[in-house]
């Protein structure tokens, strides 16, 4: 039994969930995956998963087994990287989680620039404004607005996104405008589900003092895209970051308020698990993220936010 494939095959049926979809990323037929981890549970003495027609589970020892496993396999990856020094070529899968409306503007055009430059590189990516466990859920990295958010994982920034407060300027005929973030108690805001509070706005005024006040609107939802869409209807107030909003306020469909009181900007991270060693292909996106969002096209000219310092 060739043992290293037979935990790699293991490994990968309870990442996938399917013995199937195992094969399709290794490459390999069914038979073969089927065939490893049948050895490896008889090398082993124990069952590693309780197979039905409906479903794959682990075992308790499949359990135990499973998390050493990884580790073995991740390790293995590091040494070779090691060895390999700066000639390091990324290559593999990376799985990566991202918001919804950024992943789709400005992750997946990054993405395929990345494979077209590392040909040997795949991704398996999942969109998503909740929190994503990493570790819990397999994930290599996520590329995370504002907090980083757990005390295990390290980020590293590769930009920064400005939030705007803005309406639509049939909203700000109807209603007035706000002059200062207290007035926004009388307005009608749209709320996102997964800020870090989410009926609490946040601003700062000229002196650098934070104002932080309770909003409450008509609608709540968890994509900051739906937001901005209804913002545009003029159905109230959205509090969104320049990468949802900057196009409309460049084409004068939404108006920035509350000019002066803008918070200072957000850090957009690649956030990973902490480890001793990263691997080639993380830090390698990570460092081209770095280069891509150096001067990032969402970001409006401070004029047209009237900010003053």
Not at 141 to 150: E, F, L, S
Not at 198 to 222: K, L, Y
């Amino acid at each position: 039994m060739d043992r290293f494939a037979a935990i790699a095959a293991f490994a990968k049926v309870v990442e996938t969930g399917s013995f199937a979809r195992a094969a399709e990323r290794l490459g390999v037929s069914v038979s073969s995956v089927s065939r490893h981890v049948t050895d490896l549970e008889a090398h082993l003495n124990a069952r590693l998963l309780n197979r039905t027609t409906r479903r794959l589970s682990l075992t308790e020892t499949g359990r135990a087994f499973h998390e050493r496993a990884v580790q073995l396999l991740a390790d293995l990856d590091e040494a070779e990287e090691s060895a390999g020094a700066g000639a390091v070529i990324p290559r593999g899968t990376l799985r990566v989680t991202c918001g919804v409306t950024f992943g789709t503007r400005y992750l997946a055009p990054a993405v395929a620039a990345f494979m077209a430059r590392h040909p040997e590189m795949r991704f398996d990516v999942e969109l998503s404004d909740r929190i994503v466990d990493l570790i819990d859920e397999g994930f290599d990295a996520a590329v995370r607005i504002g907090a980083i958010g757990g005390q295990n994982l390290v980020g590293r920034r590769v930009g920064a996104t400005q939030l705007v407060c803005c309406a639509s300027p049939a909203y700000l005929t109807r209603h007035g405008e706000p002059k200062t973030p207290e007035d926004l108690a009388k307005h009608a805001c749209l709320i996102y589900e997964y800020a870090p509070q989410r009926d609490t706005w946040t601003f700062s005024d000229r002196a650098g003092s934070e104002r932080r006040v309770r909003v409450a609107g008509p609608v709540h939802s968890n994509n900051g895209s739906f937001a901005e869409a209804l913002a545009l209807e003029g159905a109230g107030i959205a509090f969104e970051p320049d990468f949802i909003v900057g196009a409309d306020v460049r084409a004068g469909r939404l108006v920035p308020i509350l000019r002066g009181f803008a918070p200072p900007p957000a850090g957009i991270h690649v956030v990973y698990a902490s480890r001793r060693h990263l691997s080639a292909k993380v830090r390698a996106f990570t460092d081209f993220l770095v280069e891509r969002y150096a001067k990032p096209d969402w970001m409006l000219d401070p004029k047209a936010l009237r900010v003053q310092k």
